[in-house]
């Protein structure tokens, strides 16, 4: 019988959810026979799934994963790596998560040194060696057959879960609970995010910074999220539009606060201009709140018709998009129903087995 490995070294950050929910779909479907590679720390958190485990030091991004993850799987017939950091030196059946292309198509990332010596090539060597790709949205899935030069048909678009964290709080109970622990007072705006260009935070504060020159809205704006390069420049920027008393840059949070926060808040604010599919789009829907958001990348995929879009470029668009929500109670309503409709097409069992396909193909 064949067997199937998955690299499950990627148990933090945001890819977490991804490998922990599909590791155990594959352990409640009970079909595949199925190892994992994982770090030494993770050894306990996976030994509930009762999977053969091999330990691995070889930190993400090394040099020596290249060796050492190859050589841990090459007695499996198939090895699924969460990500694009793939040993390249694999000889057997390899599956690969390709979750966006921010790397190739945020100008400020693309740039980077991390980018053109790693992420870059590493992509373009990953997409042409993998046997097949798995990504999470019809959006991705265009652009990696347009930039990496990949086969449409060897790329299946599994989308992707809501966390099993998040769920409604009481709206009132959660936004008080928001301004304790944040320290601040009243109704909010929300944005949840990593703080890199491609998530246009700069544009959603030039956006605030109208929507406070108008007068019409008292509410502050809650950025949960950290980044320790880009967070001290959003907040010099904030500083000098006159923001800083009405911003908060929370930082990372808990799962728990973070529900908390998209269940008190009175809309969630998505200005990106890339994303794989945009989480917080439906993380915000499932707890009850309100979306704006960018009207490009995947972010139409992840909200249906069940936001308020604006162009992510101009910031008067942003701030207009805020307020047609925030200010009638009839859109509010009208997209706080649909938005949960909308969440409730996004669940991990059915993001896992739409693996399994493919898996079967390569373990018959």
Known sequence: MKRLIIDARWLYTGLAAYTGQLIRAVHESGEFPVSLITLPEHRAALS???????????????????IDIARAAQAYDVLHVPHYNAPLLRRGTLLVSIHD???????????????????????QHVAKRANHIFTQSEYSK???VEHLGADSDKITVTYTGVPPHIYPEPRADARMRTNQIFGFDGNYLLFVGNLKPHKNVRGLLKAFRIIRQRGILPHALLIIGEDAYWRPIFQRESADLGLCERVIFAGAAADEQVRAAYSGADLTIV???????????????AC??????????SLPE???????????????????????????????????????????????????????????????
């Open 48 to 66: 509930q799934f009762g999977f053969e485990t091999l330990l691995s030091n070889a930190r993400l991004y090394s040099l020596r994963e290249q």
């Open 302 to 364: 992840a909200a249906g018709g069940a936001a308020e879009y604006f162009s992510p470029s101009q910031p008067e668009s942003i701030a207009t998009a805020i307020e047609n929500v925030v200010l009638s109670s009839d859109r509010w309503e009208q997209l706080q129903r649909a938005g949960s409709a909308q969440a409730a097409r996004f669940g991990w069992r059915e993001c896992a087995e739409r693996h399994f396909p493919i898996y079967r193909r390569f373990l018959a």
């Open 288 to 297: 009850g709140t309100p979306v704006a958001c960018s009207d490009v990348a």
């Open 271 to 285: 200005p990106s201009f890339q994303e794989g599919l945009g989480l917080p789009v439906i993380e915000s829907m």
């Open 142 to 144: 265009r652009m990696i």
């Open 101 to 123: 292309l921010n790397h190739l198509l945020d100008e400020t990332m693309g740039r980077s040194l991390k980018s053109r010596l790693y992420a870059r090539p590493m992509l």
